[in-house]
């Protein structure tokens, strides 16, 4: 579990049998899941700009829906452009922008002290 104690999945996020990067899916909701997100991502900073994380979205969606889920909720700054398409091409609409994330949350502590959230809506 993760310290929030909402258990989920983590994958890496495979190029043939070379990791490139992880997703995981959050199976749950708290006080942290609008900073969090139901879904976060990253991709190796040589592998970024080939859609990776887009197709490992789209693979979690499926599920994400075993696991009853309606919609996911996909949170990133402001100044993820990036990440923001993907979220975008993936069918996100931003619900909530600039969310305060508490101070004593990790992403504020990192400098990320506003996020925009996404849904996506699923099925």
């Known amino acids: 579990d993760l310290p929030d104690n909402i258990p989920f999945y983590w994958f890496d996020i ?3 049998a070379i990791p490139i990067g992880k997703i995981s899916l ?3 909701y708290n006080e942290t ?3 969090n997100g139901h879904v976060g991502y990253e991709i190796d900073p ?5 859609n990776y994380s887009y197709y490992a979205l789209e693979m979690i969606k499926a599920l994400a829906m075993d696991h009853g889920f309606r919609y996911l909720l996909v949170s990133t700054t402001s100044d993820n452009m990036q990440s923001q398409r993907t979220i975008g091409k993936a069918g996100g609409k931003i619900v909530r922008s600039d969310y305060e994330v508490p101070k004593d949350h990790i992403f504020y502590v990192l400098g990320k002290p506003k996020m925009n959230v996404y849904e996506i809506k699923l099925g």
């Open 14 to 16: 495979m190029f043939g």
């Open 26 to 28: 959050r199976l749950g």
């Open 33 to 35: 899941t609008i900073a």
């Open 46 to 50: 040589d592998y970024q700009g080939h």
